[in-house]
Nanobody, 121 residues
Framework: QVQLVESGGGSVQAGGSLRLSCAASGYTYSSYSMGWFRQAPGKEREVVAAIASDGSTYYADSVKCRFTISKDNAKNTLYLKMNSLKPEDTDMYYC???????????????WGQGKKVTVDS
């Protein structure tokens, strides 16, 4: 059974940094696309950053040059380092992954429980 467990997040002042981690069990990251997504109440889940199965990365325009996605295949862990955080980054963040490319993330069957990130102005 695939399980994704997130850690990190929390509250920070604007301009600060946080890191999210997502540890996987039940499959190996190397064969999956993975990503970080966020969802505000009443809104659809949207991609923040993603890693394709070939290792290429994608960032939403709103987080380019501030956020970095990475993965450690040996530890089966996905990371999101968030720098220069802004109040508009406040949201629930979810890691997700599956054997389809990240652009098809609505089809992902595997999701973490979500972590709240709050950025105070």
């Amino acid at each position: 059974q695939v399980q994704l467990v997130e850690s990190g997040g929390g509250s920070v002042q604007a301009g600060g940094s946080l890191r999210l981690s997502c540890a996987a069990s039940g499959y190996t990251y190397s064969s999956y696309s993975m990503g970080w997504f966020r969802q505000a109440p009443g809104k659809e889940r949207e991609v923040v950053a993603a890693i394709a199965s070939d290792g290429s990365t994608y960032y939403a325009d709103s987080v380019k040059c501030r956020f970095t996605i990475s993965k450690d295949n040996a530890k089966n862990t996905l990371y999101l380092k968030m720098n220069s955080l802004k109040p508009e980054d406040t949201d629930m963040y979810y890691c997700g992954g599956d054997r389809v490319e990240w652009v098809l993330y609505p089809m992902y069957n595997n999701w973490g429980q979500g972590k709240k990130v709050t950025v105070d102005s």
